[in-house]
């Protein structure tokens, strides 16, 4: 090889490796000469890198960082090169090459956490030797696959202060339970009933008294009560509003599992739920010691005579009465809408019907905590007929509220009471009764409502309150108006969306301050972030999305989940844990935290469709009302805040119906807690056979049509649960 040939070598001197364990043969002479002679041998055919050389190789000036050597002026050293060094010869290779600095990739860095107060910042992983060329990401990581639980929480909770300790309050008070609240706290703090830590003692007395300026100042009772016409009604003419009923009396099976009785209610006839408990074993002993019951249940249970389809109790009131308002409504014996007509899009003729309002007597202790006054039955206070159709839909006005001169006009205001009717209109009613009407209840035909509105060409399907002035509806034609019920015959001007100067011919239409389109069709459900977050808005649709919406900008700031195949028909909102809660695939329950909204985190599951969902105001126990008469009760605290662990859910009764003979009920209670599993799988799922998920169709009379929880502070664990079967069980579950 006498022309010197151009080989590519490393830099630097080849040394043996060194060596970091104890070999147990060394200083022992146990190679042969033989054997020496074959490893210079090995050394010497390894030396020979001639196998290693290419042609053409670029000098250092061409842009390599080593030396161009002859095959004389190799370097000495270990001929024999392990994998190690071969290895270490690739990575110099690529490290000699000269990059162009926009192009050559960035060394990694840790991840940085920064201060409590900051997000991390996210940082893709990237591979050095392979670009992906259609990756994409959200921007933000995936807490549960890339960050620990600080992380996690500051993504689902935010950064700031005030967020951090919202949570950790809740968490510190709430967590405990597992399925249940509690009626008082321990003696640490934890536990018991309580507003939201977000909303603050301050700012509820600031909308108490200058949220209600309009109406007590500014001529808004006027004008309610001169747009409200109501007459008073003889008994002999209500019949028509009330709900027709299958027979008189309705038979139902209760008391303990194994020894239950037949119990006959009349029609709006009451029976206290302990009384079937009496007749069970330990009732003997109870009778001999003359000393009652320990644990006792507190609760009612009424013949409302036909299904119930809407319920809701009437908040600010902590008094010594709860009022429930209530709709039942029979199977229609005459067509409600025109013939060949879509029922859900049609307005319905104006037919009679009947919201009743119901009040249920309290008693106090010394911990300031309602329990259910078990010597007076619930009292029918108020009636309220109209010829609007059937009633859809009644939500409270949820606004605190300090209630003024009502002792000098000689009335109890119970609230804004809105609703929607079959015909198509959204109306509200300021709900009053007069001061000692309880011994006897009223009959009063509404004619007018203090405000009623409907956009035109389609149906008011949903609502939800804003603000004690501002009224959210979903149409049937997937768009959602926004009015203000105080100023909605006045259309604002153009450029000023609020309508804070009206124009000074009032419009006798009202006109809504926002009228955009959310889904392609039909709304079904949606839910306000009230209290901390009233300009943020959830919507459900038949379209198979749920959409979050940022009333400040509508059309461009929001963001839809992922889509479903079957819209859901249920949703709620929950102060502590800041997310949306509401059903997937028709038995999954789901939490939708509003600052990841595209994901869902599972707490929950039931055995058969969700009809009904509520949120407790003053604790966070998500109550759910199923197709097969179920009531579960859950606390999804826990596995928010860590997503390891077990969750736990509780049936607080059963209900079933069977239509032999006229119709019979049975009432099932004492299930214990339960685990349950949020995977569907093919072993193991009751749901799923011969790899088809499977879904059973059951009684609409057996169903659990409507669930509420009571939003007033003292009596935070009360619960009101309606059934297809006309029943209706309000009972105090608070632990």
Sequence with gaps: M?????????????????????????????????????????????????????EGAPDKAGGLDG???????????????????????????????????????????????????????????????????????????????????????????????????????????????????????????????????????ETREMESNLGWKWYYEDGGRELFEKRQKTQVLLTDRVNPYM???????????????????VYSLATMQSMHIEEPWKHAADAENEAATGKPRKGGRQGWILNLGSRVRCLDWAPNHSGSTQYLALAASSKPTIAQTPTNAAPSFTPSYPLPAAIQIWAFATTTNGDRTGYMDGNKSPELVLTICTDWGAVKQLKWCPVPRVVRDDQVRGKISLGFLAGIWGEGHVRVLDVQIDIGQHSSAGYVKYEGAAFAARPPDTLCTCLTWLSAVDLAVGCANGFVAIWNIFQGNQPPLPGNAAGASPPTIPSPIPVPWSYQQFHQTYVVAMASAYPA??????????????????????????????????????????????????????????????????????????????????????????????????????????????????????????????????????????????????????????????????????????GVMQVVWNPNLHCGGWVAAGMGSGLLRVEDLAL
């Design 533 to 702: 977050h009233p300009h943020l808005l959830a919507t459900t649709s038949m379209d198979g999305y749920m959409r979050l919406t940022d009333l400040r900008a509508p059309s461009t700031d929001f963001i839809l989940t992922n889509r479903s195949r079957i819209g859901s028909s249920v949703i709620d909102y929950c102060e502590p844990l800041q997310a949306m809660v509401s059903t997937e695939e028709n038995d999954f329950i789901r939490i939708y935290p509003l600052r990841r909204f595209f994901s869902s985190i599972s707490v929950g599951r039931a055995e058969a469709m969700v009809l009904s969902l509520s949120v407790g105001k003053v604790h966070p126990t998500i109550l759910v009302g199923t197709a097969d008469g179920a009531v579960i009760a859950t606390n999804p605290m826990r596995k928010v805040l860590n997503s390891k662990a077990q969750q736990y859910q509780q049936t607080c009764f059963q209900h079933e119906w069977s239509r032999k003979g006229d119709g019979m009920s049975r009432i099932l209670d004492g299930f214990k807690v339960e685990t349950v599993s949020m995977a569907r799988t093919l072993v193991g799922d009751k749901k799923i056979k011969d790899a088809s998920v499977y879904a059973t169709i059951h009684e609409e009379e057996t």
């Design 67 to 201: 030396d161009v050597i002859t095959e004389e002026g190799v370097s000495e050293g270990s001929g024999i090169v392990t994998p190690a060094e071969n290895y270490d010869d690739a990575s110099s290779y690529a490290s000699d090459i000269d990059v162009p600095e926009h192009e050559r990739p960035q060394e990694e860095e840790p991840l940085e956490l920064g201060p409590f107060g900051e997000l991390p910042s996210f940082r893709p992983r990237k591979n050095l030797w392979k670009k992906e060329q259609n990756s994409h990401a959200r921007g933000v990581p995936e807490p549960t696959q890339y960050a620990s639980k600080e992380d996690t929480l500051k993504y689902l909770f935010g950064t700031g202060l005030d967020d951090i300790l919202n949570l950790l309050r809740a968490r510190d008070m709430w967590a405990g339970p597992i399925t249940l609240p509690f009626k008082v706290a321990d003696r640490h703090g934890s536990r018991g009933m309580g507003y939201p830590f977000s909303h603050t003692t």
């Design 2 to 54: 006498g022309d010197a040939i151009s080989i590519r070598r490393s830099g630097r001197d080849r040394k043996p490796n060194k060596k970091y364990t104890v070999d147990a043969f060394e200083g022992l002479d146990i190679l042969s000469s033989d054997s020496e002679a074959a490893a210079e041998v090995l050394q010497g055919d390894a030396s020979d890198d001639d196998d290693f050389a290419f």
């Design 243 to 261: 709900p027709s009923t299958r027979n008189n009396r309705h038979s139902c099976l209760m008391g303990p599992y194994g020894k239950q009785q």
